[in-house]
Nanobody
Framework: VQLVESGGDLVQPGGSLRLSCVASGFTLGYYAIGWFRQAPGKKREGVSYIVTDDETTYYADSVKGRFTISRDKYNDRVYLQMNTLLPEDTAVYYC????????????????????WGRGTQVTVSA
């Protein structure tokens, strides 16, 4: 089982990036893919997730209207399109997979996820 993120970079405020997460080795599949981020000295926080059953999505208030999560189910990829980036978006971004089906469809917290990628650095700075 492996999750690999890519797409992180240094970008100016107001710019855009698209992060990718490639999932492999999930022979029994997964129920949700989430994006989390962690800035230096801060706790890991949930950014967005997508539920594979019905494509339900969730966004943290801090990114709502700026970030969009999407999934290419045929290639086991999940994307996070990030627009109008702000300096406070600077963090290491991780994707994670949950192999547990939640009836309430809630995958807000890191504890709901079983597998994690190593992260990709996003730096927003002039």
């Amino acid at each position: 089982v492996q999750l690999v993120e890519s797409g992180g970079d240094l970008v100016q405020p107001g710019g855009s990036l698209r992060l990718s997460c490639v999932a492999s080795g999930f022979t029994l599949g997964y129920y949700a893919i989430g994006w989390f981020r962690q800035a230096p000295g801060k706790k890991r926080e949930g950014v967005s997730y997508i539920v594979t059953d019905d494509e339900t999505t969730y966004y943290a208030d801090s990114v709502k209207g700026r970030f969009t999560i999407s999934r290419d189910k045929y290639n086991d990829r999940v994307y996070l399109q990030m627009n109008t980036l702000l300096p406070e978006d600077t963090a290491v971004y991780y994707c994670a997979a949950s192999t547990t089906r939640r009836l309430d469809g809630a995958y807000y917290v890191p504890e709901e996820y079983d597998y994690w990628g190593r992260g990709t650095q996003v730096t927003v700075s002039a």
